[in-house]
């Protein structure tokens, strides 16, 4: 099934389809089969229906990040991150090493992965010191790949502001920074974005409550600027509580097109070219 017809009723219904082209910069299309039942041939599908054309799906372990990449090689509107997840790492404990080595060759192994991530710190559920050192351990072994392949390094980072930083600082990042579902307020929206990072909203910045979100927002340049889904969570407003997935980036595209004032087929073309940028052409599978 495809189009419309591929929807249950436990989705949102399909959105007006944007203007032009874009991409949802980071996705986990495989998780959202699961959770909504929506294959992710008929995601894919209802995406490109709305003009969202390519997706960045994402691995937070081995075996999701090997799904990813045979998912990136089958459809060529994907490409692939790969990584092990903060808390993930954090509970690996003695098998942190060799679930990294694993992980290492994968990043090397296609040039359909185009992401290293999502790495970094999340300090919301991993509370306890020593599970922390070991998200650290992880995020600089992520860094050093992203660095020795050419790859984007995908950013995770959950009440761990400062740290994320430093850790960054300290072991060097790599030329292009993708601060995935970017939580953070105006001053560390400037922290980043003076580093260069790119700043990737998903759909909580829509929520009412986020302004200080929205802030972040009004001073991220154009060229620095990603839309993504972080599907099947974070689903945009009126549907929020709803499975997400790709086909809904044009709530938030729109929310944010309105937001700062600009032409939503302008955004969405800019979208497309700071995917590009991070990213590389998608080109065929």
């Known amino acids: 099934m495809t189009g419309r017809s591929s929807m249950n009723d436990r989705l949102s219904p399909l959105p007006d389809a944007l203007p032009a082209p874009t991409t949802d910069a980071h996705t986990h299309a495989l998780s959202t089969a699961e959770h909504s039942g929506l294959a992710v041939a008929d995601a894919l599908a209802l995406a490109r229906s709305v003009n969202v054309t390519r997706i960045v799906e994402v691995g937070t372990d081995v075996e999701s990040s090997l799904a990813a990449l045979a998912l990136a090689r089958q459809y060529p509107e994907a490409v692939a991150a790969v990584a092990i997840h903060p808390n993930d790492a954090a509970r690996l404990g003695e098998r942190l090493d060799a679930e990294l080595a694993r992980l290492e060759a994968i990043v090397g192994s296609s040039d359909r992965v185009r992401g290293v991530g999502e790495t970094g710190l999340d300090y919301f559920r991993t509370t306890d010191a020593e599970g922390r050192a070991r998200q650290k351990v992880a995020f600089a072994a992520h860094i050093s790949w992203a660095k020795r392949y050419d790859r984007a390094l995908v950013i995770h980072d959950r009440d761990a502001h400062a740290d994320v930083l430093d850790v960054l600082d300290a072991e060097g990042a790599p030329e292009r920074v993708q601060m995935h579902c970017f939580s ?102």
């Open 184 to 285: 953070g307020d105006a001053d560390f929206a400037r922290a980043c974005l003076e580093r260069g990072y790119w700043l990737s909203f998903p759909g909580t910045v829509t929520f009412k409550a986020n302004e200080a979100l929205r802030e972040a927002l009004d001073i991220t340049p154009p060229d620095l600027l990603l839309v993504e889904t972080d599907a099947p969570y974070l689903t945009p407003m009126p549907y929020r509580g709803k499975p997400n997935s790709s086909y809904l980036v044009p709530l938030t595209v729109r929310f944010i097109a309105e937001r700062r004032g600009a032409d939503v087929a302008d955004l969405c073309e800019q979208l497309a070219a700071n995917a590009s940028a991070l990213f590389g052409d998608w080109g065929e599978a």
